[in-house]
């Protein structure tokens, strides 16, 4: 049950919000194992002065970020991590986004951490 | 210091948030021993196509989800958790809501991670 | 890599969303040793009962509550945490904020958990 929060341009938004849900969705199923209808993902546009970052961090050249959070249960080793983050970018850059354009953090939570639509043993 | 994050459709937001935050609340008082006015709430009215799901993950009939993140304090056990999870959805559930359209996640942080208004020790 | 979320009243965003970016990142380069460009914010201007909150609680005299979350790499020590707080209060309180208005929450993760524009090993 990965949770996906996207915080981007109002005009990215508006012209790829469905592509992108659809690429990171795949990027989970095919790099980390995730069935393709365990799918929950917000996107929050964000208006001018909203995204503030320093274009030039670790010699980076972003124009244009887009934040992507995932909330999802500590269960993956390190490298099919870095596996997920790769396949995500890769298929942002297939759909236009430029890949230094991109920020993803990770936070992790347990399996006791979710309730999604029904109580456990009942 | 329980801190809620509610990302939810316009509509319901709009009719129902008051009610919403006074059962959330409620449901940490009741099953997780929170005083009363230890209440921070964030809505999040969302607007089409900003809450992506797939109604049917795990053989459940989501319509028009809600989903709550909660970021507390790691104190609680597994079944004390689930039992605020399941208050909270019976809350909801008697206002309204179908309990198939409540997506909750919870993050633990620590004591120490928290800022309350004032410098503790001053 | 820290990620600053702060969700606070329209107004107060549309009067000082710049110098509160300003000295918010300031605070972690004098009291976290982060490096000033390695700035990356979220701003999410509320609007009338978005933010949701007691007065009361603590003893604490809230009016208009802005709601700081910090996500960044386990990493420092619980008194550098508190210091970093007490240095982004002190700096908000210089530009009008009232301390009281102050809610700071931090969670954590690894570095693994991490993409910031480039693939690392690539």
Redesign the interface.
Known sequence: ?P?VQV?LPRALFDQK??EI?RELQAAFVEAACV????????????DA??????P???E?D?RD?M?I?I?MVHHYP?DQ??AL??N??NRLVEIGIR???????????GF?????????GK
């Open positions: 049950m949770l915080d919000a469905v849900g069935p393709p209808n365990d799918k929950f993902q917000i996107f929050r546009p964000r002065g909203e995204i503030v970052f320093d030039t961090y670790d980076v972003r970020l934040i959070q909330l390190v991590k870095r983050y790769a995500m970018v890949k230094e354009d991109i920020l993803i953090a990770v936070t992790e939570n006791e951490d979710w309730y999604a639509g029904q109580l456990y």
